[in-house]
Nanobody, 124 residues
């Protein structure tokens, strides 16, 4: 069974860098032809796709977050990590990692497996 688990700090100060890691079990992140995405949901708002890393290690980002985002993987640990720089309180959200055959969508049904999500609050 495929499982994804997010990990990282629950509280980050403004202007700092948020780093979240998704640990995957039951599926290799190098398996053809999956993309591994980061998606977030701010309080009271819908899902927002942030970016993804593909099975060959290529990355793609939401245009609105591209300047502040980096995604990279550690295939030896079957993990991929999101770094979001210069965070503000508007980055407060539940952050999810998810697997899909495509990227870029904010629709839940486009992904077949999700992590449980982790709450991140940006506050001083």
């Amino acid at each position: 069974q495929v499982q994804l688990q997010e990990s990282g700090p629950g509280l980050v100060k403004p202007s700092q860098t948020l780093s979240l890691t998704c640990t995957v079990s039951g599926s290799s992140i190098t398996t053809n032809y999956y993309y591994w995405s980061w998606i977030r949901q701010p309080p009271g708002k819908g899902l927002e796709w942030m970016g993804a890393i593909g099975y060959r290690g290529s990355t793609v980002y939401s245009p609105s977050l591209k300047s502040r985002s980096s995604i990279f993987s550690d295939t030896s640990k079957n993990q991929f990590t999101l770094q979001l720089r210069s965070v503000t309180p508007e980055d407060t959200a539940v952050y999810y990692c998810a697997r899909g055959l495509r990227y870029g969508s904010s629709l839940k049904d486009e992904y077949d497996y999700w992590g449980q999500g982790t709450q991140v609050t940006v506050s001083s």
